[in-house]
Nanobody
Framework: HVQLVESGGGSVQAGGSLRLSCSVT????????MGWFRQAPGKEREGIAV????????LYADSVRGRFTISQGSPKDTLYLQLINLKPGDTAMYYC?????????????????????WGQGTQVTVS
């Protein structure tokens, strides 16, 4: 039974920083893609950062590249997302996802339907 639990969200002013964490329990193949998505009210769920195999590969959406950093703990059962220089447009519910396609294919990594496991989300609000 796989369980993902996010933490670290909150309310910050523009330009601020947050660090999100995702605790992963259960039988996970770390060669499969895992990472972070977000969903703002009235918008589709957006893939923003993924990795696999302990951070050997990282991929980012253009909207967050250079401001967000994904990493994986050691052991690999915690996934992090460091957010800096936050903007009001980053306001959303942030979700941890796992069980994606092996090795994070570049043409499908950001498709939410490719992931089997999801956390409940943590809210990030930037004003």
């Amino acid at each position: 039974h796989v369980q993902l639990v996010e933490s670290g969200g909150g309310s910050v002013q523009a330009g601020g920083s947050l660090r999100l964490s995702c605790s992963v329990t259960g039988n996970i193949d770390f060669r499969d893609c895992m990472g972070w998505f977000r969903q703002a009210p009235g918008k589709e769920r957006e893939g923003i950062a993924v990795t696999h195999n302990g951070g050997a590969v990282t991929l980012y959406a253009d909207s967050v590249r250079g401001r967000f950093t994904i990493s994986q703990g050691s052991p690999k059962d915690t996934l992090y997302l460091q957010l800096i220089n936050l903007k009001p447009g980053d306001t959303a519910m942030y979700y941890c996802a796992a069980g994606g396609e092996p090795f994070c294919p570049r043409n499908t990594w950001d498709q939410s339907r490719k992931y089997r496991f999801w956390g409940q989300g943590t809210q990030v609000t930037v004003s």
